[in-house]
Structures are given as structure tokens and as C-alpha cells.
């Protein structure tokens, strides 16, 4: 039997050029064990990919912002505090380097996120003011409540569907994914994983983004 997963979305199940990986439309609805896409992105981003895989909307967003399972939706983590911050952030000449629509942010709830060109010094300044954190997922700086991560996520997930978040296998490939490798039973950082994501993953495999992925997926199957 194949094990349940805990599957980061940017950098895990994408191509180099960001851009879901089309074999994840193959792969992941066959898998016979439950998964759970654990992502810094809103919560609108995994549920739709959840939606149109055809799998169970079983979900951590934000970083552990949101988390969703058997049709139960929780949240933790302080979007106002966050937006004060960027207030404070604002006022000071930093842009979150977004256009007018923000889509990264419009349906975000639990915290906000800049744009990797913004000014990470001053944002990192503003967020010790304001009792927060910056962690970089290579693919935006997210400003969110401290101890608000994804490996409590998927442990509240895992909850949910009664199971031990110790039965889950993780993937993924920065920073944030660092509390899900440690939730989960056995972790993989894919090749091109920043070092916080390879120095706590279990193993760190060679191949990058969702080729990497498709790897271990591949051997975690049983012998024929
Ligand atoms: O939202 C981000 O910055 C990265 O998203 P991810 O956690 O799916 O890689
Ligand atoms: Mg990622």
C-alpha cells in the first residue's frame, strides 16, 4: 500500500517554469492514499487544484493559515496585525510589488505576502516591530504570525481523516516546508530545494521540481 502525502504545490508539483507539471493530472488522482497540498498560497489556490485533480479538497493554504478536511475550514494566524505591518511597511517607501488586483493576497486570511523584488530588509524590520516573520519560499516573502506552520497543519488534517501525521510521506522545497518534514513520517526535498528545506528533509533527492517529485512517487509504490 502506498502512503498518504503532504505535496507542497510551487517548486514540488511545478516545472522549472512554474507551471503545473501536466503529469500531476495522471499521477496524483490514482495515488490510493490520501493527500493533502500544504502551500504558502491562498486558500483559493489548492482547493482549485484539489478541484480539478478530482481529489478530496484536503488542504493546508497560507502556510498553516487555513486549513481545510472533511468539509471543516479553520484558521489561525493574524491577518490584521499583518496588514498593520504593511501599512507600517508602506509609509516607509516599501511595495509589496504587486499589480492593482493582488491576487496573491485579495483572498488571503491568515497573513500577506510581497513580491521577491520587494524590499526584504525593510520588511524583515517591520515585521520583528509588529511580533511577526518573513520566510522566504523563493517564490514570495510571506509576513505571518510566528508558529502559525504547515507541519501543524497537516497534523490537524491528518486529525480530521484519523490518521498519524507520522503515516504521511512530505515533499517539498523551501523553507516553509521545513515544520511539514518534521510532522510528517518520512520527508524528500526535492533537487532544487533551498537549504533549510535540505538540511531538514530525511532525504534529499537529485532531481528538481516535479520530475524530482514524480521520482519518489514512483518509488514509493510496491514491487511489482
Ligand atoms: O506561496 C508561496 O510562496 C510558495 O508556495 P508553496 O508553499 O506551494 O511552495
Ligand atoms: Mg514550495
Redesign the pocket.
Known amino acids: 500500500m502506498v502512503p498518504p502525502l503532504a505535496l ?5 508539483l511545478t516545472t522549472r517554469s512554474d507551471q503545473i507539471d501536466p503529469r500531476v493530472f495522471e499521477v496524483l488522482p490514482a495515488w490510493e492514499a490520501p493527500i493533502v497540498v ?4 491562498s486558500f483559493p489556490y489548492p482547493v482549485a487544484l484539489c478541484h480539478f485533480l478530482g481529489i478530496p479538497e484536503q488542504v493546508v493554504a497560507e ?1 498553516g493559515g487555513v486549513v481545510c478536511a472533511d468539509g471543516q475550514v479553520s484558521f489561525q494566524g493574524d491577518r490584521d496585525r499583518a496588514e498593520q505591518a504593511i501599512d507600517a511597511f508602506r509609509d516607509r517607501g516599501g511595495d509589496l510589488g504587486w499589480d492593482a488586483a493582488d491576487t496573491t493576497n485579495r483572498w488571503r486570511e491568515s497573513e500577506l ?1 510581497a513580491n521577491v523584488d520587494a524590499d526584504e530588509e525593510l520588511l524583515r524590520t517591520v515585521a520583528e516591530e509588529f511580533g511577526l516573520e518573513v520566510v522566504d ?1 523563493g ?2 516573502y ?1 509576513l505571518k504570525t510566528p508558529g502559525v506552520e504547515k507541519g501543524d497543519g497537516l497534523a490537524a488534517v491528518a486529525d480530521i481523516l484519523g490518521l498519524d501525521a507520522g503515516s504521511f510521506v512530505a515533499i ?3 523553507e ?2 521545513v515544520s511539514l518534514f518534521g510532522a510528517a513520517g518520512d520527508s524528500y526535498a526535492v533537487g532544487n530545494a533551498d537549504e533549510h528545506a535540505k538540511g531538514a528533509a530525511e532525504t534529499v533527492i537529485d532531481g528538481e521540481y516535479f520530475e524530482g517529485t514524480l521520482g519518489v512517487l514512483e518509488s514509493l509504490q510496491p514491487a511489482e
Open positions: 507542497d504545490i510551487d517548486g514540488t500544504a502551500t504558502g498560497k502556510n505576502a519560499t517564490y514570495a510571506h517539498g522545497d523551501s516553509n516546508d
